[in-house]
């Protein structure tokens, strides 16, 4: 895929995730299918970290640092380490949004990036920046589907009074 197609995605995204996440009331954003599964606010506060300390820190240090081994991140573990249930939405809403807005002008600010460039992660060895663009584009697609199921979630068992089936079944 071109470099300049995955930034034009990313772009599009940020104003997905606006029309997404932008007039979700606090009821929906603080509920759980489950307690083990995240709510939307769990979700939003962990794009804004992955936004900055995953994929463009990680996008950055491979194009810079070839073959040197990447920090260690916690994103699963940051969800309670970091209380992303006490944030306040709002607040992170504009953060993540202006996060990715600056996101956008690095990526297309990069005078001539090599991709191939590569950064040693302790899981998956040798990655290259390239990897690290693509992965985050696919990390968006991944969270805007499960933002969607999580609306749909809360629509069905918390405000539909009918049989929703007849919308059809629920995708993967």
Request: aromatic residues 14%.
């Amino acid at each position: 895929m071109e470099v300049t197609h995955i930034i034009d995605c990313l772009a599009e995204n940020k104003l997905v995730f606006k029309a997404l996440f932008e007039r979700v009331p606090k009821p929906m954003y603080k509920w759980k299918v489950s307690e083990d599964k995240w709510n939307i606010l769990e979700l939003l506060v962990h794009l804004y970290d992955e936004e900055i300390e995953d994929f463009r820190f990680r996008t950055s240090f491979a194009l810079a640092n070839n073959e040197e081994l990447l920090p260690a991140i916690n994103p699963e573990g940051w969800v309670k380490e970091r209380k992303y249930n006490n944030r306040d939405y709002k607040e992170v809403l504009k953060l993540f949004l202006d996060a990715r807005e600056e996101s956008i002008l690095w990526l297309n600010n990069l005078r001539t990036p090599d991709w191939s460039m590569t950064a040693k992660h302790p899981e998956y060895g040798s990655i290259s920046a390239q990897f690290f663009l693509e992965n985050w584009l696919a990390h968006d697609y991944l969270h805007i589907q499960q933002l969607n199921r999580m609306k749909y979630q809360y629509f069905r068992i918390m405000k539909s009074n009918v049989d929703l089936n007849y919308a059809g079944p629920i995708l993967i």
